[in-house]
């Protein structure tokens, strides 16, 4: 994982660099550890390159439900973070693995509060009825010859969404959400059975 090209998978994030004094993170895709080196030396508008120094690293973590890892960090006194998505997520414990022994850090598990993914699964589990009314209304006002059409912003998503609806027909429409319901309720039991970790290398 070391001196070579690690590829991410973000808009704003395309290669990673880990040497053993810093970690160069770039919004281009370099062929080379020496063209994201000359990289470095140059500024320019084209590309944004984070420099972070390994004995500037306070810590890094990650959750097993998520596909990214973050680092913190101090330099000149303020507290930073990035998060960094790999494009091969598999890849996620090799790199943060090798981070952390630049760092001479341990590894740290600590379960999440039970209660905080509950609350966000069920606000889905309140808004997917809610939709499920709304768009079963729509459905019928077509049934009537009434069709919705959209305006302002992402009216071709919003229309796009309004023709399925419509062409999905009220019972369908109600099958797929008493389903999606009960598909979220289950998620919700599972995860608060089982609260996920979350690891902090430090």
Do not use: C
């Not at 999606?180 to 430090?202: C, D, E, G, H």
């Amino acid at each position: 994982m070391k001196d070579q090209i690690i590829a991410l998978g973000e808009k704003n994030q395309k290669s990673l660099l880990i040497t053993n004094d810093q970690v160069i993170i770039s919004s281009k895709s370099h062929p080379s550890v020496t063209s994201l080196l000359d990289a470095t030396q140059k500024k320019g508008f084209l590309e944004s390159i984070t420099v972070i120094p390994v004995p500037a690293i306070q810590s890094i973590s990650f959750h097993e439900n998520d596909q990214n890892f973050k680092i913190r960090y101090v330099v000149d006194g303020k507290e930073k973070s990035e998060t960094i998505v790999l494009d091969n997520g598999s890849s996620r414990l090799d790199v943060v693995k090798e981070l952390s022994g630049l760092r001479g850090f341990s590894e740290n598990e600590e379960k999440e509060s039970k209660w905080q993914p509950l609350l966000l699964n069920l606000l889905g589990v309140v808004a997917i009825p809610l939709f499920t009314w709304v768009f079963r209304g729509m459905a019928l006002e077509a049934e009537q010859g009434i069709h919705y059409e959209a305006s302002g912003r992402r009216s071709g998503i919003k229309q796009l969404l309004a023709n399925v609806v419509e062409a999905l027909g009220p019972f369908w429409v109600t099958v797929i959400g008493v389903l999606a319901t009960l598909y979220m309720v289950y998620v919700t039991y599972k995860r608060y059975q089982q609260p996920a970790s979350k690891y902090i290398f430090k």
